[in-house]
């Protein structure tokens, strides 16, 4: 059995993303599972060649599932995203400087599409590893939202045995200290030791 796990790149100026420091700190496996690693560009063009390149490389066995994973500045818990939306509109621009205004992702693609991965499950082992956790109904309309629609939009048709979701993290506190209004943080130890459970759930809970 394999999985996916993606982060994002830093972005928004800053020098470090939590969840790819996190991705860097997960091991080449949880117990028997073999976990392929993938650094995903800050880009709404982008990021979908990169997460659909790292599941066609896999020669033999796909995947199971992805679990893809990016900041959410002002968040305090870990956050398995509910569903990604037909939008793209940005505040800031993503790293290719692009930054779309309430543009479809896939035009005439349905509104919506809901994680298929377990996320009260997910939220739960979160919550007894001891982190805060919480399921979220949106993930936003920036690059992230962007991903998880166009990931779920695309297996639906080429891999629709594989199941896929996104989880958002908080800021770690070296991004926040110096801020003048301060924000949540959670260290990446712990963000880390929160990505592991939230695997290990999957794993236990992948159908
Ligand atoms: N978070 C951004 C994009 C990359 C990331 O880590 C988002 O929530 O859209």
């Known amino acids: 059995m394999k999985l996916l796990v993606t982060a994002f790149e830093p972005f928004g100026g800053e020098t470090l993303n939590p969840a790819l420091e996190a991705l860097n700190r997960l091991g080449d496996s949880i117990d028997t599972v073999k976990l392929i690693r993938v650094e995903v560009p800050t880009s709404f063009k982008r990021a979908l060649g990169a997460v659909k390149r790292a ?117 770690a506190p070296e991004q926040t200290a110096a801020m003048a209004s301060p924000q949540p943080s959670m260290s990446i130890q712990d963000i880390t030791r929160g990505v592991e459970a939230a695997l290990r759930a999957l794993i236990m809970n992948i159908k």
């Not at 490389?57 to 900041?71: D, F, I, R, Y």
């Not at 590893?129 to 939009?153: K, R």
């Open 55 to 171: 599941i066609e490389a896999e020669a033999g066995e796909k995947p199971c599932a992805v679990l893809m994973l990016g900041q959410a500045g002002g968040r305090s818990a870990l956050t398995p995203e509910r569903v990604a939306i037909n939008i793209a509109s940005a505040r800031i621009p993503d790293n290719d400087g692009f930054m779309p205004f309430e543009e479809p992702i896939v035009p005439g693609g349905p509104a919506a599409y809901f994680s298929t991965l377990p996320i009260v499950k997910l939220t739960e082992a979160i919550r007894e590893a001891g982190l805060p956790a919480a399921i979220s109904n949106s993930a936003g309309t920036f690059v992230c939202n962007s991903l998880m629609y166009g990931v779920l939009h695309w297996l639906e048709s080429e891999h629709p045995a594989i199941k896929a979701g996104f989880m958002h993290v908080p800021y």
